[in-house]
């Protein structure tokens, strides 16, 4: 089978190559146009091999590839300082998810490692014996509680019921007492004056006087009746009792309901306990196991990391400081995406100049919301310091085309492409300075399939 899928293939390489071919090793054509300072070169093929590396390529297919020409100019670009550092979470955005509770054990597992997750969303569920032993003592205290408080409310019913029947005696024999002290005044008052004036004998008006006074009497002790003053005192008592009993119901569960406060999950009557994710992120580690018991709360069950934004920590010797400052825009690339340039800012600068080696740690945060970066990888950074350099050719990353350890650059010249190796300086960004290979104003690929097709072109070329 492997021979008759060689054949195939081979036939497969023949009839592509002939399409590709025609492309790439027909003759350039005769009206050829030179740009920039290019001439002969372009007029006999590569000087160097004698070979044509000119690539035939029309208006409209240029168009259905997409590819794209610009002119090269000089520019000034900002100056950056180079550097390698390393990926690493921001400090806040991972967090180690733990058991809340002593004695827990694990029941069920939400997550996988790699799992996605957000602020708030289920992820384990523990069981806690120590919830369910403060759940049944917070019941039994409030059942007891409950049974205080019906008691004071019948107390009180009670109290109620003989202060408003002495209070209602009392206020009988009052209003008895007041008339007879009306009426014992009134006569009192007569017969004095009768008896000044002769016409009563004066013995008359001292009797009316004894019962004016026993009416007054009367009355006093009707307004102080003592079990009227007892049934008051009690019903003041049972009211007392009552609001007792009343906050020792509320407080019968406190104990339980602060636990569950302090733990910030969610946990049901069976002492089961709901985890939830603390932030939203990536689960990183899972290390618990299902059943998995622990004696100790602060339990590891796993961990979530949140990427979205890591730190690039790198080293700035002492003698470039002055170039740096927080805010300054940085790029960084890393060998697992290395057609990718991320960008940020510096987010700190050491404070300490560190031993011989006479650098300052300094950390750029870093956007990173496709999660390509990941801690621990090595990166190679350039901070952009706002200073400008000289005028210089710079051209786009995305026009270079690596081949055999050498950096080429396609230029148009009429309807064709003509590879030029060319030597590159300075990085800026996503700019990289050609010192030599290119002029001014010569006009170069730069994006499209252009590439794709180099590469086919490299494939059929190997096979013959």
């Known amino acids: 089978m492997s021979n008759t899928y060689l054949s195939y293939s081979l036939s497969w390489l023949r009839c592509l190559s002939g399409a590709i071919v025609s492309l790439f090793l027909l003759t ?12 002969d070169e372009f007029q ?4 160097t091999n004698g070979t044509s590396n000119s ?28 550097t390698t550092g390393q990926i690493e979470t921001l400090p806040s955005k991972q967090v180690e998810v733990t058991t809340p509770v002593e004695g827990a054990k694990v029941t069920e597992l939400l997550v996988e490692p790699g799992d996605r997750v957000e602020s708030g969303q289920p992820i384990a569920v523990l069981y806690s014996p120590q919830l369910v032993e403060l759940r049944v003592s917070s019941q039994e205290k409030r059942a007891e509680a409950d049974a205080d408080l019906q008691q004071a409310q019948a107390d009180l019913s009670l109290a109620r019921q003989n202060y408003e029947k002495f209070s209602q005696i009392a206020n009988d024999e009052i209003a008895q007492a007041q008339s007879q002290l009306s009426f014992a005044k009134e006569k009192y008052e007569k017969d004095k004056q009768l008896a000044e004036s002769g016409a009563l004998p004066r013995r008359t008006a001292l009797e009316s006087e004894t019962q004016f006074k026993e ?3 009367d009355l006093t002790k009707a307004s102080s009746r003592r079990d009227v003053i007892d049934a008051e005192a009690q019903l003041k008592r049972a009211t007392a009792a009552v609001e007792v009993a009343k906050s020792r119901l509320k407080l019968s569960d406190r104990v339980y309901q602060t636990r569950l406060a302090q733990l910030g999950t969610r946990a049901n009557a069976k002492g ?3 985890i939830t994710a603390p932030i939203s992120g990536r689960v990183a580690d899972r290390e618990v196991t299902l059943g998995q018991s622990f004696q100790d709360a602060g339990g590891k069950l796993m961990t979530i990391v949140n990427d979205s934004r890591v730190y690039a920590t790198a080293n700035i010797y002492e003698k470039d400081l002055g170039k740096v400052r927080t805010g300054q825009r940085v790029s960084l690339k890393v060998a697992s995406a290395s057609d990718r340039t991320f960008t940020g800012r510096i987010a700190s600068i050491g404070s300490v100049v560190q031993g011989e080696t006479r650098v300052v740690p300094v950390r750029a945060q870093i ?9 621990g990888m090595f990166a190679e950074l350039e901070v952009l310091t706002g200073q400008t350099s000289a005028a210089i050719l710079a051209i786009p990353n995305s026009a270079l085309v690596e081949a055999n350890g050498k950096q080429l650059v396609y230029i148009q010249n009429g309807n064709a492409f003509q590879a030029v190796e060319v030597t590159l300086g300075q990085t800026s960004g996503d700019l990289v300075e050609v010192k030599s290979g290119l002029f001014e ?13 180099y590469e086919e072109s490299e494939k059929v070329k190997s096979l013959k």
Request: aromatic share 2%; hydrophobic share 40%.
């Open 28 to 39: 350039a054509p005769t009206a050829v146009l030179a740009h920039g300072g290019h001439g």
């Open 44 to 47: 006999g093929g590569n000087a």
């Open 55 to 82: 690539i035939p390529v029309d208006a409209q297919t240029a168009k259905r590839l997409g590819i794209t020409v610009e002119s090269v100019t000089s520019k000034r670009v900002d100056v950056g300082l180079k």
């Open 215 to 217: 009416a007054q009497a």
């Open 272 to 274: 089961l306990v709901t």
């Open 367 to 375: 956007e990173n919301s496709s999660g390509v970066l990941k801690p």
């Open 441 to 453: 104003g010569d006009e170069i690929a730069h994006k499209g399939r252009f590439f794709t097709i």
